[in-house]
T-cell receptor
Framework: GAVVSQHPSWVICKSGTSVKIECRSL??????MFWYRQFPKQSLMLMAT?????????EQGVEKDKFLINHASLTLSTLTVTSAHPEDSSFYIC???????????FGSGTRLTVV | AQSVSQHNHHVILSEAASLELGCNYS??????LFWYVQYPGQHLQLLLK??????LVKGIKGFEAEFIKSKFSFNLRKPSVQWSDTAEYFC??????????FGAGTRLTVKP
């Protein structure tokens, strides 16, 4: 079945640094990838929709200059948290759409801790 | 290892049929449970969630789910499906000490 690899699974960084999270579809082409964030004791919140070869569409309230999304190929989308602060500490997860049969697959998520 | 299992990969129903999608998890301790739906071309939408209290949870669009702790299950139900319910459904579990994990998803196709 379709597999999405998300890397790293956890990362600790210092305030002010940037962190890049990769979401890679291993055995299918993903024209669309979604990036979500989960706050403690809450459900997922959609951050942005990433379409291959075009600019990401950000949800209201999500700073596009802070959360840089790049979807340069049909198998890779990256989320870069720039100038991270402790309030950016969260769980980030991506999902990719298999354009062959519209199925969705989730990455395993990334736990970001900013200290 | 912690895991979330959805029993059915693809379910095909006729309109007005009843729906039950299975979800089992293997976490110990207290968990938060979610069902999400994803329509073609769209992002996830939360159908319902269980944190505590009444184990029978009612969500949007006529969906409900029952948490059975002894069976580690959180099955999704709807008494009468509509064509517009065609989508992919994901069960997710979030233990207090770990991050959210998703089941593999169940594709529901409702024939008009």
């Amino acid at each position: 079945g379709a597999v999405v690899s998300q890397h790293p699974s956890w990362v600790i960084c210092k305030s002010g640094t940037s962190v890049k999270i990769e979401c890679r579809s291993l055995d299918f082409q993903a024209t669309t990838m979604f990036w979500y964030r989960q706050f403690p004791k809450q459900s997922l919140m959609l951050m942005a929709t990433s379409n291959e070869g075009s600019k990401a569409t950000y949800e209201q309230g999500v700073e596009k200059d802070k959360f840089l999304i790049n979807h340069a190929s049909l198998t890779l989308s990256t989320l870069t948290v720039t100038s991270a602060h402790p309030e950016d500490s969260s769980f980030y997860i991506c999902s990719a759409v298999d354009r062959g049969n519209y199925g969705y697959t989730f990455g395993s998520g990334t736990r970001l801790t900013v200290v | 290892a912690q895991s979330v299992s959805q029993h059915n990969h693809h379910v095909i129903l006729s309109e007005a049929a009843s729906l039950e999608l299975g979800c089992n998890y293997s976490y110990g301790g207290t968990v938060n449970l979610f069902w999400y739906v994803q329509y073609p071309g769209q992002h996830l939408q939360l159908l319902l969630k269980y944190f505590s209290g009444d184990p029978l949870v009612k969500g949007i669009k006529g969906f409900e789910a029952e948490f059975i702790k002894s069976k580690f299950s959180f099955n999704l139900r709807k008494p009468s499906v509509q064509w517009s319910d065609t989508a992919e459904y994901f069960c997710a579990v979030n233990a207090l000490s770990s991050d959210m994990r998703f089941g593999a998803g169940t594709r529901l196709t409702v024939k008009p």
